[in-house]
């Protein structure tokens, strides 16, 4: 079942670099808040249909905490700035940035079990696996002036 769902993540990794690729024309075309906003709004719609036709039960927002729905406020924040820095970073260099502040930013989450996650230690092969994407990062940048 692991490998099934890494497969399924990276499948899914694999769509943000499509959305990437997408969007930074689309920004140039329309402008960055209002491909953003085309995002979400067919994501929106997408999603609320889904739900409707998944009959799961709607939800009591009242008893949710408030910290939990941040990220409705960090995911139009993540997508206008891939909409405007793809165009000039390029989508694999974007991608290699956006994974090397996810990982970066997950490894201090994991490490000190912030969010109610089971804390994961941080071992050398965590350690190696982010000094590696931090050196794909630098090799990014400088191998893309030409």
Known sequence: MKLLWTLLVITAGMGLSFEA???GPLGDQ?????ATFSIFGVGSAILWLARLFSGQ???DWGSIPSWQLIGGLLGP??????TMATPTLGVAMTMIAVLAGQIG???????NGW????KQPLN???LLGLVLLIFALVCGYH???A
Request: aromatic letters at 14%; charged letters at 10%.
């Open 115 to 118: 969010f109610g996650t089971t």
């Open 30 to 34: 329309v402008g960055y808040l209002w």
């Open 105 to 111: 930013q997950s490894v201090l989450i994991d490490s």
């Open 21 to 23: 690729g997408l969007l």
């Open 77 to 82: 924040i993540y997508v206008v700035v891939l």
């Open 143 to 145: 191998g893309g002036q």
């Open 57 to 59: 039960p709607r939800p």
């Open 124 to 126: 050398r092969y965590r």
